[in-house]
């Protein structure tokens, strides 16, 4: 084909590889092509919409001949919603593509040749697992649902597979018994967490009721959120990740950066002398205090400002061991350096973006640390994210 391209030319290509953002990676005549929704291997027909030099993304047109691994998505709307973007894989599929798509990261953006093995840790539930959603209101349409891919369209959703079945229960019951014509505004957001047992806490600015508070239990520990505080969507996996991010750290002064309602705060403060949460979501800091008076710890303080502000702010020598737990757009500027600076013989990176741990992880291998392991787990099934957990050592 000529090398010169325009937005709507079609395109024969193979799928080489599933690359970060859960895109297929393809290749034509002087041009790269990234192809949302598909499976490595699967031979398509594409359109161009999209065109940065000698880039294309192309959605499929049509399936000329599958990839092994392609299966037909169980969820009536994939394709068209915007939250799951793997279905189209079968799950062993979705989780080698995932271990692809952080060594993708490590080595293109950290510029880091990891070639010890990366652990996964598939999740228990592939569907039926999402503990925390937020739904999106058309109200003078009646509409409840999630956005559609690449737009602020609403779909309509009747039954999300993934959702945990409260969730999904809670949803349908919704579309009937809202109060549609108590809105002000055509659209509004509703924020959805659900905990043991079943229980559902619901938040929305445009409805007056109160927000229900909510617990969970792992182990010996149990924590109290909200749908206003953030809490790990999958909590199948709770356990392996706390082993994971925890398992041998013990010593004088833990620092639970990013520690939202306390998760890794709890377990910490049974082998740390004194283990200090940072947090800027001052609702998350008030259920981190009830969570750790709940287990009776009386070693754990929590400083309820962002977590650049305080590093910035406190002496923290004697520091032994910092676990991060950054949202998904990363660490704010100068954390790494400063953690880099209090000399804590260990870090353990908790990620839930692959390009910006990359970022991070060479910031502190620059700064004297060492990768003694990398864990990925399934947080996310049906999507292209995944968590990831790096311990860190200094020689």
């Known amino acids: ?126 569907f039926e697992y999402r503990s925390r959603a937020q739904w999106h209101l058309e109200t003078r349409q009646k509409k409840i649902g999630y956005f559609k891919r690449n737009s602020h369209d609403i779909i309509d959703i009747e039954h999300c597979p993934i959702l945990d079945p409260a969730l999904d229960n809670t949803l349908k019951d919704l579309r009937n018994t809202l109060n549609w014509d108590g809105f002000w505004a055509n659209r509004a957001e509703i924020e959805a967490a659900c905990g043991s047992e079943g229980s559902v806490s619901l938040y929305s600015p445009e409805i007056m009721e109160p927000t229900d508070d909510i617990s969970f239990e792992s182990g010996d520990n149990k924590y109290f959120y909200s749908a206003q505080s953030f809490f790990q969507g999958n909590q199948s996996l709770i356990p392996q990740l706390l082993e994971t991010a925890l398992s041998g750290a013990g010593g004088n002064r833990a620092l639970d950066l990013y520690c939202g309602v306390g998760l890794f705060t709890v377990p910490l403060a049974k082998s740390f002398e004194q283990v200090i949460g940072v947090e800027g979501n001052e609702r998350a800091v008030e259920f981190a205090k009830r969570n750790a008076a709940n287990a009776r710890i009386e070693n754990a303080n929590f400083a309820a400002e962002g977590v650049a502000e305080f590093l910035a702010g406190h002496e923290l020598e004697g520091t032994d061991f910092v676990l991060l737990d950054p949202p998904r757009t990363g660490t704010e500027k100068d954390v790494i350096d400063r953690i880099v600076k209090l000399h804590p013989q260990h870090v353990s990176y908790v990620a839930c973006d692959p390009s910006m741990l990359a970022r991070d992880l060479r910031r502190l291998l620059d700064g004297g640390y060492a990768i003694e392991s990398i864990t990925a787990l399934d947080l996310f099934p049906q999507t292209h994210h995944v968590e990831t957990v790096v311990r860190l050592v200094r020689p």
């Open 1 to 126: 084909m000529n090398s010169e391209y325009k937005i709507g030319d079609r395109l024969e290509v193979t799928i080489q590889k599933i690359v970060p953002q859960g895109l297929g990676l393809a290749f034509a005549e002087n041009l790269t092509v990234f192809v949302p929704l598909s499976a490595a291997g699967d031979k398509l027909s594409v359109k161009i919409f999209q065109l940065k030099g000698k880039t294309a993304f192309a959605e499929i047109e049509s399936v000329i001949e599958p990839s092994p691994v392609r299966i037909e998505a169980p969820c009536p709307y994939f394709g068209k919603c915007g939250g799951c973007d793997f279905q189209q894989m079968n799950y062993d599929a979705q989780l080698s593509a995932k271990l692809d798509m952080i060594r993708d990261s490590l080595k293109r953006i950290g510029k880091i040749d990891y070639e010890n093995e990366i652990a996964m840790i598939a999740s228990p539930k592939p």
